[in-house]
């Protein structure tokens, strides 16, 4: 997209925020639900085309939402049709936006975020109340990948998924009309699912190298229950030469490792309802100083993550802080425009 393009849509999107009405209410009829394996939008099955996203500017450690019109297009012209943000965005002309833009957006809460919104005080709840009718809204989300954390409850996991399935209930009772999901590092067990009967839909973040593709088969014969990737992908950076990708910044080894992920999950629409691909922008607060984009960071059971099983936390982006779109995110338009992508 060349550059007057870009900022002519960007500012379509801007004036037709202007003349909403604060805060935007559902449409009369839009309902959320689950059928069998399936997230219902109005009556069809919902494919989730989406993409994790947690903008932080150059410089900053903390989410910003000033270059939202630009990101807005950007996704639009990748076919993204879902958003999933890892904590509540407390501002309902975002949320109109994203809206205006053709975008779901699921909605993340942490268990301990010093009373905002979050599990351990309750005030999750006040937010469902405020935004339930939002017509943004796809489904609400807890955690992310807490299982791999049980330090931060008593030394004893079982305690997060009795947190996780009461609050779940919770939200079950002031609001109907949305699922509830999680974002459970891996695959979860039996016994988890059992233990957390009041969760709808199960997200997964899966970083099995470029070959989710037996995750699917697993969990049909696990669960019922409709589940997506609520992570996958790779970054752009190979911290070594290997498997024929040359070391350092490789934006090849990132679009190649993309197209085998998201091959696989389309392949299994009868059990995935998809993906939200971690992750739109690059992040130079990660890993070090937040004004220079480095190498390394650490991210729990990263084993996994193509080519060279070092997840470069500053490198995971479809795009990069400029807002320039790497080969990756040509990827994602072909799978998510729902057209037969090319080698």
Known sequence: MN????????AGLALAVLLLPRPLQAEEGT?????????MVNGAPYSIRGICYHPVPKGST????????????????ADI?????????????????????????????????????????GSFINYINTYKHHPAILMWEFGNEYNYHPEW???????????????????HEADPAHPVSTAHGELPTKKI??????????GMNVYRWDKPGSLFPDWRKRSEKPMYLSEAGADSFMTASAHGYKKGPNQKAQADATRNILAAVFEHPEICAGVTLFSFTD??????????????GAAPNSSGVPYDGTANEEYWGIVDLDRTPKEACAVVKLFYADKEPSE
């Not at 059992?194 to 199960?202: E, I, L, S, T």
Request: aromatic share 10%; glycine share 8%.
């Open 31 to 39: 309902r959320i639900h689950i059928a069998g394996r399936s997230i």
């Open 193 to 202: 699912l059992a233990a957390c009967p009041a969760v709808d839909v199960w």
């Open 62 to 77: 903390k989410r910003s939402f000033d270059r939202l019109n630009d990101d807005l297009v950007l996704m639009a012209d």
């Open 283 to 296: 992040g130079w607060w990660k890993a070090g100083n937040p004004d220079e984009q480095d190498a390394g």
């Open 3 to 10: 550059h007057a393009h870009r900022h002519i849509l960007s």
């Open 153 to 171: 409850f008593g030394g004893d996991i079982n305690n997060w998924y009795n947190e996780l399935n009461r609050a779940a209930e919770q939200i």
């Open 81 to 121: 049709n879902t958003i999933r943000v890892y904590a509540p965005i407390d501002d309902p002309t975002v949320l109109d936006r994203m809206h205006q833009a053709g975008i779901k957006v699921i909605v993340g809460f942490g268990y301990n975020q010093d009373g905002h919104f979050d599990i351990l005080s």
